[in-house]
């Protein structure tokens, strides 16, 4: 299943479907660049389909609500997740799961650069099981490549 989950870290199809944030094409022809991969060789981000910065309904939406950097995500400790996410539907998950979704999305990925912060979660004593077993697989998917 793993696979499957593409780059999403948060949010089910129930939740997508139904969002009114959703019922607009905000596509940005300026983020094309980004997408395709040829870019400033930056952070791994959620790639994919992107949208524009800007929502009919709540205006400016920042780039890192929409598009993370997942290594720093990674890296969060319980005291940064509750400070990021306090006040959002995605602190309900709790930082365990969202790491194991950051995995995930590392490993679908693919980008090499993420390898040092995967291995890092591997040998972190602040790491679940759930979450380590979700880094070696991420780290095995972007060695194999």
């Known amino acids: 299943l793993r696979p499957l989950v593409g780059n999403w870290i948060y949010g089910c199809d129930i939740c997508q479907q139904v969002c009114p944030w ?17 870019g400033d060789g ?14 009919p309904l709540w205006g400016a939406v920042p780039e890192e609500a929409s598009f993370p950097v997942l290594e720093d995500l990674l890296r969060m400790d319980e005291a940064g997740f509750q400070r990021r996410f306090a006040d959002t539907a995605v602190k309900r998950i709790g930082l365990e799961r969202l790491l194991r979704n950051v995995a995930v999305a590392l490993g679908n990925l693919g980008d090499p650069r993420a390898a040092d912060v995967l291995r890092e979660c591997l040998e972190s004593d602040q790491r679940s099981d759930l979450v380590k077993e979700h880094a070696a697989w991420a780290l095995e998917q972007i060695t194999q490549r």
């Open 22 to 38: 959703n019922k607009f094409d905000w596509y940005d022809d300026a983020l094309k660049e980004k997408e395709s991969g040829e």
């Open 42 to 55: 930056g952070p791994s981000r959620a790639k994919g389909r992107r949208h524009a910065s800007t929502s």
